[in-house]
């Protein structure tokens, strides 16, 4: 097994750089079908543009990479402890390589654990198969979209749809009400794997699974392939469009299976991934470690690039920042401006917000923009670099935001998927904006990132320490204003009301 630590680290660090082909022609399609100069056209160019740089780059397509899953056959006789043994010691160093992020947390005392190794990380299921080879297949999904999987006990009422029964029509309602839900905290365009019964554990189990299969393939069950297509086409009716912008393009794959279930219970249990729908595998030789193939990849098929022009196209219309921001500024911003940011900002997330409100700040807040960011950083001497710097959810911090600006005076926080009622009332009162960033555009972003000039709570671990970040043309949108407005709210109102139309209609399908 000499080549095998090699071989294991080539498939994490491809895996978390460079996203496959059957993920890049669906993005592609994508980009295809959304309204040109449109707001989530504009976030699609964004996200072809950044999975161009991760693969120029070889670096995380998302800052965050996930729950490492791997999904391992071997032949009859094989150690596996030995392979979980390199499993544990490959992902170790692509972490020290910056490729993974440090996402292990201690859920009892919330200490990363620095490596992304501690009890239940990595995730391994292992399987014997009657071959002579090893098969290694890994998934990143990352909390934003684990977050926005969703496990319905029909019979049930659902949002917008009524009932769901015990029946295809029931199921068939579960899965649009999925991707309803999702809107664009998932960082849509996403795609979803779904487990028609078995127990509560294996459904969830088996929907995951289904995000193993390629794309553009065909279920092999007639009525399952039917359904896959009926959602694909009726989901992207519902109008969330990428990022939850409003748009066109809102799911790129629908994967379905089913299993038998107790006479008791119906599940329906979705898993939802997002456009940077990581997920790879190879072929290893089992005396040698060595890659014999790669899956998902066709070896005659160049890596297609995404993005038509380098960069973002600027229109000139942009809005620029430069904090300290004054109220002024901030209440002359709208809803659909674009701005650029150009100077100081500060990252904060969960952790950082829940300190920020019990003492005081490690930085003077006044006028500042607030990014809730979990970097991937790397110690290069007595520097920081920042490797990938896209948004998180920012709806976690929903309990505690408008808090925190009224106490410190921060003119705009900034993440993706928008944020609720309590803070666009915060947003009102204080006089501060939020700003969508593009979810998952890592290497967009870290580009952006001219210098580290400094880090506070670090003991918090990497992703959740502040990072004094200057930036420069640094874009996002305006989604909620000073004033009330909120695209959000809009777009969840006129997709729910789409979800309506979209749900009474008769499906073609039938079981
Ligand atoms: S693209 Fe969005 S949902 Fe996906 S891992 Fe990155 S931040 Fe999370």
Known sequence: MQFIRESLLKLITETSTNLPPDVRQAMGKALAQETPKSQSSLALNVIAANIDMAQDDEAPICQDTGMPTFLIKT?????????????????????????????????????????????????????QWEQDDVEVRLILKGGGCENMNIQ??????????????????????????????????????????????????SSYENAKLQLLRPLDDTNPDPQLARLEKEIMQEANQLGIGTMGFGGKASLIGCKVTARNRLPASFFVSVAYDCWAFRRLGV????????????????????????????????????????????????????????????????????????????????????????????????????????????????????????????????????????????????????GAVYLNAIGGAAQYYARAITQVEGVS?????????????????????????????????NVEETTGAMLETVGASSPSHSG
């Open 457 to 489: 709570l670090l003991e918090l671990g990497v992703p959740e320490a502040m990072w004094h970040l200057r930036v420069k043309d640094l874009m996002a949108l305006v989604t909620m204003d000073a004033h009330g407005n909120s695209l959000h709210a």
């Open 283 to 430: 072929l290893l030789d089992a005396g040698s470690g060595a890659i014999k193939q790669w899956l998902y990849r066709d070896p005659d098929r160049p890596v297609e690039r995404l993005a038509k022009e380098s960069g973002f196209p600027l229109s000139g219309r942009e809005i620029i920042l430069e904090p300290p921001l004054s109220e002024e500024k901030v209440r002359s911003l709208k809803v659909g401006d674009v701005v650029l940011i150009n100077g100081l900002i500060y990252t904060g997330r969960d952790e950082a917000h829940a300190y920020l409100l019990k003492n005081p700040s490690p930085v003077d807040l006044q006028g500042a923009v607030l990014y809730h960011c979990g970097p991937v950083a790397l110690k290069q001497g007595d520097r920081w670099k920042i490797n990938a710097a896209g948004p998180t959810t920012s709806s976690r911090e929903e309990p505690y935001e408008a808090d925190v600006i009224g106490k410190f005076g921060i003119r705009a926080v900034m993440g993706k998927g928008g944020m609720g009622k309590k803070t666009l009332e915060g947003l009102q009162k204080h």
């Open 75 to 127: 032949p009859v006789g094989f150690n596996q402890l030995t392979l979980s043994q390199e499993i544990r010691q490959a992902v170790a160093e692509a972490t020290r390589r910056g490729k993974l992020r440090p996402n292990s947390v201690d859920s009892l005392t919330g200490k990363n654990s620095g490596d992304n190794l501690g009890p239940g990380t990595p995730i391994i299921h292992f399987e």
């Open 152 to 201: 319905y006990s029909v019979p049930c009422t659902l949002d917008h749809l009524g009932r769901a029964d015990r029946n295809w029509e029931g199921v068939r309602k579960c899965i649009l009400h999925a991707v309803w839900q999702a809107q664009g905290q998932g960082c849509s365009p996403g795609a979803l794997g779904v487990c028609i019964g078995g127990d509560r554990t």
